[in-house]
């Protein structure tokens, strides 16, 4: 979140993280203090000083990038999870979502979990994760060919296979580890190949997980149900209206 401060503690000794990051050029901040490497995960064994090789690079990054540094602050202490760490505000604020909890929604045969809607993000973006199964390909809503006028799409596999229908292409398949991006109209349909598929939704703004949260219901359970929810179709209308998408 823009001008919020963040130090990211590393706990395991070999830690990956997801990062979106806005505006791109910060990017440019880890290619400033980085050496080349064309191994496969890093020199484990690498006993340079890290106050004389990496820290001058580092420091020498003050001012550019969006980079700006607060060596007094006083981070928060640490506490116990509490009921507010198992929701979403309403608003633009700093948040925790603790891990398997929040708002989950069932539509038809398809969950989104959402870690952040345009709600928290003054409408800029939203990241959800969208789960379903080739069993509940009846009650897929995004079966039909779709647009989003003015929405961006990137679909990040992270279980099972997803075919992505783009009109006048191939039919496209993701696997996990994969990353499929969507600009803005787009003409596409969504079809979940294998048993169970979780993919990572990021939008520019209310997409494919907004018409899971309007037209669907608020699920109770953890996980993908047997039995797919309710696919209200004239529901599911109204909600591409309300949020300008152009079913084909």
Not at 31 to 57: M, N, Q, T, Y
Not at 77 to 104: F, H, I, M
Not at 130 to 149: L, T
Request: some cysteine; charged content about 25%; glycine content about 8%.
């Amino acid at each position: 979140m823009q001008n919020i401060i963040h130090n990211p503690q590393w706990l395991g000794p070999h830690s990956e993280s997801f990062g979106v990051i806005t505006p791109g050029d910060w990017i440019d901040f880890f290619r400033h203090i980085c050496d080349s490497f064309d191994g496969i995960f890093f020199p484990e064994f690498d006993d340079r000083a890290f106050h004389e090789h990496v820290l001058p690079k580092i420091m020498s990054s003050q001012g550019k990038f969006d980079v700006v540094f607060h060596p007094k602050h006083q981070g928060a202490e640490v506490s116990e999870w509490g009921p507010e760490d198992e929701q979403l505000p309403q608003a633009q604020e700093p948040y925790y979502l603790k891990c398997n909890t929040g708002p989950r929604w069932l539509l038809g045969g398809v969950i989104s979990r959402p870690f952040i809607t345009t709600k928290q993000s003054e409408g800029k973006f939203a990241i959800s994760s969208i789960e379903s199964s080739s069993r509940h390909e009846e009650s897929n809503p995004f079966a039909k060919q779709m647009s989003f006028p003015e929405v961006h799409h990137c679909l990040s596999m992270f279980e099972g296979t997803l075919e992505v229908r783009i009109a006048g292409a191939e039919p496209c398949r993701i696997t996990e580890g994969e990353t499929l991006f969507l600009p803005a109209g787009t003409k596409f349909s969504l079809h979940f190949v294998s048993k169970f598929v979780r993919v990572w939704s990021f939008t520019s703004g209310d997409g494919i997980e907004a018409l899971v949260h309007e037209a669907g219901n608020p699920w109770q359970g953890f996980v993908l149900p047997d039995t797919p929810g309710e696919l209200d179709e004239r529901r599911f209308d109204e909600s591409c209206k309300k949020y300008k998408v152009q079913v084909l």
